[in-house]
């Protein structure tokens, strides 16, 4: 397991926008899982589209993204994430690549341990 120390961004798998009705402002800065890799970035709302958003990353890319592709961080993620909880987060191979993971361990404060998707597994510290 490697020790992972640069600022990771997590946002709890109950975060996903589940109804698909949820709305998004224009500008708003989310998760969007982009068609061409399956991976995802962070990007910020551009506009409303039918079924989804025009999202752009930050290299100006702008994709129609399916609302239920889009996820939000939650204000407070630290307080719901216990060993099984299931996250989206920074994989520690890929730079602004987030992938699904799943906590198998905490010490209760600031470091969570990470499995992902592909068997990678690392300790993150969160910060807001």
């Known amino acids: 397991k490697q020790w992972?120390?640069?600022?990771?961004?997590?946002?709890?798998?109950i975060a996903k926008n589940e109804d698909s009705k949820t709305v998004f402002s224009k500008g708003l800065v989310v998760l969007a899982r982009w068609g061409d890799e399956g991976w995802y970035f962070r990007g910020k709302v551009v506009k409303p589209t039918v079924g989804g958003y025009l999202v752009e990353d930050n290299s100006g890319h702008r994709e129609d993204i399916d609302n239920k592709h889009i996820l939000v961080d939650e204000q407070d993620i630290k307080k719901s994430l216990s060993a099984g909880s299931h996250v989206v987060a920074l994989h520690?191979?890929?730079s602004f690549s987030y992938a699904p993971a799943r906590v198998t361990g905490t010490d209760d404060n600031w470091f969570f341990d990470l499995k992902f998707y592909d068997q990678s597994e690392v300790r993150i510290v969160y910060i807001k």
């Open 4 to 13: 992972y120390q640069r600022r990771v961004a997590i946002t709890a798998g």
């Open 92 to 94: 520690p191979d890929y």
